[in-house]
């Protein structure tokens, strides 16, 4: 199995552009998760899906939009990036819906908006 | 005030040395995660736990719920444990709230 999977691990864009991160899972798992990591921030919830068909804001979500498009697929899409999206990106899922249930991450994107 | 807070921030240990990293969390909470960001950025999960106290191998996680803190022990530590250990509590619905994380390092 390889867990939850990302793509891509690396992206530049320019201030602007557009693009989607990709993420899927092969654990059958229902619950999927996006976080943003921030230099001296914690992790921070920007979208999650506790099931499929169902999508819903975190804490961070503005500038963002997430299509669930299957059980296995979790996409985060910055349809116009700015500076302040720099970050690394890292999707996550769970079994069950809720956060008392073991999280498992993917590998990170590492996206940097010049 | 964070909802979520670390302790040390930053931590060196020679090998064999017990390690001890600090959580303290303010408010009600149904279950508190510990997890492990490795060198190279990758996080998995180690413990999930609401009360007492949890053991895999060197590494022991315990949480006292009515002082609403959590430690998380390394018994004989090695440089391998080097990484940044990361405390999370799930408050409401599917929501967790992540601490700013321990930086460890374990010298040879």
């Known amino acids: 199995n390889a867990g939850v999977t990302q793509t891509p691990k690396f992206q530049v864009l320019k201030t602007g552009q557009s693009m989607t991160l990709q993420c899927a899972q092969d654990?059958?798992?229902?619950?999927m998760y996006w976080y943003r990591q921030d230099p001296g921030m914690g992790l921070r919830l920007i979208y999650y899906?506790?099931?499929?068909?169902?999508?819903d804001k975190g804490e961070v979500p503005n500038g963002y939009n997430v299509s669930r498009l299957n059980k296995r697929e979790f996409s985060l899409r910055l349809e116009s990036a700015a500076p302040s999206q720099t970050s690394v990106y890292f999707c996550?899922?769970?079994?069950?819906?809720?956060?008392?249930?073991?999280?498992?991450f993917g590998p990170g994107t590492r996206l940097t908006v010049l | 005030k964070n909802e979520v807070e670390q302790s040390p921030q930053n931590l060196t240990a020679q090998e064999g040395e017990f390690i001890t990293i600090n959580c303290s969390y303010s408010v009600g909470i149904s279950a508190l995660h510990w997890l492990q960001q490795h060198p190279g950025g990758g996080i998995v999960s180690l413990f999930m736990?609401?009360?007492g106290k949890k053991k895999h191998g060197r590494l022991i996680a315990t949480i006292n719920i009515q002082e609403k803190h959590s430690s998380l022990h390394i018994t004989a530590s090695h440089p391998r444990d080097s990484a940044v250990y990361i405390c999370?509590?799930?408050?409401?619905?599917?929501?967790?709230?992540f601490g700013e994380g321990t930086q460890l390092t374990v010298n040879p």
């Open positions: 736990l609401s009360s």
């Open positions: 654990m059958n798992h229902n619950s």
């Open positions: 999370a509590v799930a408050t409401s619905g599917s929501r967790l709230t």
């Open positions: 899906s506790a099931s499929e068909g169902t999508t």
């Open positions: 996550a899922s769970s079994e069950i819906a809720g956060a008392s249930d073991t999280q498992y």
